[in-house]
C-alpha cells in the first residue's frame, strides 16, 4: 500500500501536467493564428491543424515509470507539434501575409485559371 501512497499524487500531478500543458498550448496557437499558405498544394487557411509527434502512451509509461524522462518526452512532444495543411497534411505551411506568402497564393492563383 505504500507504493499506492505516492502514486495517486504523481498520477494526478501528470494529469494536471499534461493536461493542463495542452489548453495553455491550444489558448496560445489560437491566439496567434494568422492566414496561412500551404507551400505543398497553395491551399490558403486559417486553421491549420496540428500534428503532435510521438505517442501518448510512450508519454504515460514514462512519467509512470521515470518522471525526468516524462518530463522531457512531454516537453519534446510539444514543442515539435506542428501546423500541417488541412488540405493535403504537409507541415509546409507559411504566412499568408508575407512577401513570399502573397507571392506563393498569386503563383498558385494563376496556375488555377
Ligand atoms: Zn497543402
Known amino acids: 500500500m505504500d507504493a499506492l501512497r505516492w502514486l495517486i ?3 494526478a500531478l501528470v494529469v494536471i501536467f499534461v493536461v493542463g500543458g495542452r489548453a495553455i498550448l491550444s489558448l496560445s496557437s489560437r491566439r496567434s493564428e494568422e492566414p496561412l499558405i500551404c507551400t505543398t498544394c497553395g ?3 486559417d486553421m491549420p491543424h496540428t500534428k503532435t509527434r510521438g505517442l501518448f502512451a510512450v508519454e504515460v509509461v514514462l512519467w509512470l515509470a521515470f518522471v525526468i524522462p516524462g518530463l522531457l518526452y512531454s516537453l519534446w512532444r510539444q514543442s515539435t507539434r506542428q501546423k ?13 501575409n508575407t512577401p513570399d506568402g502573397r507571392k ?4 498558385f ?3 488555377k485559371s
Open 109 to 111: 492563383s494563376e496556375g
Open 84 to 96: 500541417v495543411c488541412p488540405t493535403c497534411g504537409s507541415a509546409t505551411l507559411i504566412a499568408a
Open 104 to 107: 506563393l497564393a498569386a503563383k
Open 43 to 45: 491551399a490558403q487557411t
Open 9 to 11: 499524487p504523481l498520477l
